[in-house]
């Protein structure tokens, strides 16, 4: 679906994602860091927004510090792996790694053998699974249900098995380890921990601290190569979700905190086409999660999309998050 976009000579928006300049692309931003061990995230985090507050004190010495940098879910400390982070205003948008799934590689540590029939056992996990979070968690321990997408043996000896595990986010891996070691009659723990994605960033396009502390000391002295690699624009982290693509003058009244009408919606991608031919739940928190952008590809908002996108006339997206 497509129509014509409006033009406007209002306040200017965000610039496309590949203009920015170094000091913009840091205060909306995102960088897929490799956790190392020992630190926690909230630790992870505040370097990296010391760091960046740093590099921008140089860069753009009038300008604001970040106040803060947004992570992708809590690791414990001893685990490794995929942290993205969200910098400065792109902090608000935290909320989209909740809407795509985690990927874990695992050690399970048996109490015992492997009992012959233990790959069956551990196939039986890859359902629909009823968890309470851990007594040392942050959330409130009630009964919730969790979805194990793919959950494969890689490896298996006598007393230990690799497990990878996609699931649904906010599964704690510790305790399908332990149910798993319940099923098969020996027990088990769970040994280290990696995670390897988190939607839609994955091991591939992994930074470590260091990286990012290289990459900010080269730009300060005149080479942003390296930190347009290690940071990408926010909308980096939008990219899994439903886009639907608005006016320029629209985008400027979403920021004010305007919702979205049907007139100001210029196209959808097939993702949130297919979530609009889908029958509409009753609640809107329900309804799916959306990405809204300019026509350069700058992001705007996030919202629910709760309308037509071909009416003439109505609220098409609910705004849940301005991001400009």
Same mark, same amino acid.
């Given at each position: ?82 942290? /993205? #982070? ?7 948008? +935290? ?7 985690? $990927?874990? @590689? %695992? ?125 990408? /624009? #926010? ?7 439903? +886009? ?7 985008? $400027?009244? @979403? %920021? ?69």
């Amino acid at each position: 679906m497509t129509r014509d976009s409006d033009d406007t000579d209002g306040t200017p928006l965000r610039a496309p994602p590949e203009e920015r300049s170094v000091p913009e692309l840091l205060r909306f931003g995102v960088v897929n860091l490799d956790k190392p061990a020992g630190p926690s995230s909230h630790q992870v985090s505040a370097w990296t927004r010391d760091a960046i507050n740093e590099a921008l004190s140089a860069l753009d010495p009038d300008g604001e510090p970040i106040d803060g940098v947004a992570h992708a879910g809590t690791l414990d400390p001893k685990v490794t792996g995929c942290l /993205p #982070a969200l910098t400065g205003t792109a902090t608000r948008a +935290a909320q989209v790694f909740l809407e795509g799934g985690k $990927e874990y @590689v %695992a050690v399970l540590e048996l109490h015992g053998s492997a009992p012959d029939d233990f790959r069956a056992v551990v196939a039986e996990f890859e359902a629909e699974i009823y968890q309470k979070p851990p007594r040392k968690s942050a959330v409130t321990r009630r009964l919730r249900t969790r979805t194990i997408y793919d959950l494969d043996v890689l490896e298996v000896g006598d007393r230990q098995a690799l497990l990878r595990v996609r699931c649904e986010s906010g599964t704690y891996v510790r305790k399908l380890c332990h149910d798993i070691g319940l099923a098969t009659g020996v027990g088990a723990h769970m040994g280290h921990l990696r995670r390897t994605a988190t939607d839609p960033f994955d091991d591939r396009t992994l930074r470590t601290l260091q990286d990012l502390v290289d990459a900010l000391t080269w730009a300060e002295d005149g080479d942003d190569s390296f930190v347009r690699e290690v940071v990408r /624009p #926010a909308e980096d982290a939008l990219v899994h979700l439903p +886009a639907v693509t608005i006016a320029p003058s629209t985008a $400027e009244s @979403v %920021a004010t905190g305007a919702p979205v009408y049907a007139p100001g919606v210029i196209d959808i991608d097939d993702a949130a086409e297919e979530a609009v031919a889908e029958s509409a739940p009753s609640d809107d928190a329900d309804r799916p999660l959306v990405a809204c952008f300019t026509p350069d590809g700058a992001a705007v908002c996030l919202g629910r999309l709760v309308g037509d996108p071909d009416a003439e006339s109505g609220v098409v997206v609910s705004l849940e998050r301005v991001l400009t």
